[in-house]
DNA sequence: TTACATTTGCATCGTTGTTGCAATTAAAAT
DNA sequence: ATTTTAATTGCAACAACGATGCAAATGTAA
C-alpha cells in the first residue's frame, strides 16, 4: 500500500512530511523514534510539523504510538492498516528496540465485577533474540 | 508495616519526606500522582527533593511508578512490601483513578524463539466499577 | 557533642510537547 | 490554467517534567 493511498482513503492532505512519515514506519519491521524517523526522512521539518504529524496520523489510526519507561516513544503502522489484531510490544533492554509482537494476542483479563475495559496494553520487557545470541 | 520500618531496613535515612511519601502511598487503596501525593503532605518539599524522594523510593523498590499515555504518572506501593506477585494495572478513562489489580496475575506470554523476558507490564483502560455506576 | 555522609533547596539547564499567528501550500472551484 | 479556500507549515514563545551542581542543613553514628 502507498503512503497516498491511506491519506486519501482518510481524506488528509497529502504533504511530503505526512507521506514520509508514513512510508518510512510502513517500511519499517520495528518501531521508530522521532528522531529515528528524522533520519530516514529526506525532506527536513519543523520539530512542531512533525509532532503534528504524528498526532494527525495517530488521531486517524494511520500509527500508533508506544511508550517505554515514560521516556522512550516509538511508532509504529497501525493495525488499522495492516489488518491486525491488537498485539503485544516487546522492548529489548539491550538494544532498546521496540517490535509490534503481530503474533502475540493480548489475553482478555478479567476485571472485577462492574468494571470494564476497552483497551488494553501489554508491554514484554526483556532480550531480544539478536541481543541474546550476541552474549 | 511504619515506613520507618521501611527505611531502616533498606538502610535509608529516615527523612520527612521520605517517610510521608511512604505513608501516604501505603494508605491508599489507588496510585497516586505526585501532586496527589504533596496535597496529603505534612511538610512542604522542594520540586527536587520530591523527584529524588520517588528516585530512591523506586530503586529500592519500595513504591513503583505507572505512566499513562505518556503523561498522567502515579505511584503505588511496590509488591516487595506487600509480597504480592506482579500485577495487571487498571486506568479509568472516565475519573483518571489508577489501581493495582492484585488479583489480576499477569499471563506469561511466549515469546518468539530466542527472546527472553523480564518483565511484563500490563494496563487495562476502561471504566471503573464507580463510573460505570453512575451512567 | 562532635564528625561525617547524606539529603535538601535553590538556581539552572535540557528535553518534550503545545499554542498562537502569519505565511505558505494543497486541493477544490471557476 | 487561475483563482479561491481551507488546511498546513514554520517560527517564537511557553509550560511541564525531570536532571545536575553546589552550598547549607540534617540524620546518624562515633
New binding site residues.
Given amino acids: 500500500m502507498k503512503a497516498v493511498e491511506v ?2 482513503r482518510h481524506k ?7 507521506e514520509g512519515i508514513i512510508d518510512v514506519v510502513m517500511a519499517s519491521n520495528q518501531a521508530l523514534s ?2 529515528e524517523i528524522r533520519e530516514r526522512l529526506a ?14 496520523l495517530e488521531e486517524h489510526h494511520i500509527i500508533h504510538k508506544i ?1 517505554i519507561n ?1 521516556q522512550l ?1 516509538k511508532y509504529a503502522i497501525d493495525n488499522t492498516i495492516t489488518h491486525k489484531d491488537e498485539h503485544a510490544h516487546f522492548y529489548c533492554n539491550e538494544c532498546h528496540t521496540v517490535k509490534c509482537m503481530e503474533n502475540i494476542p493480548i489475553q482478555k483479563y478479567q476485571l472485577p465485577e462492574g468494571y470494564s475495559d476497552t483497551e488494553t496494553e501489554v508491554l514484554i520487557k526483556g532480550k531480544c533474540a539478536n541481543c541474546v545470541n550476541q552474549e
Avoid: A, M, P, Q
Fill in positions: 491519506l486519501n488528509l492532505k497529502r504533504t511530503s512530511c505526512r522521532e528522531n525532506g527536513n521539518y519543523d520539530r512542531t510539523t512533525f509532532y503534528r504529524s504524528f498526532k494527525t511508550v515514560n516513544v
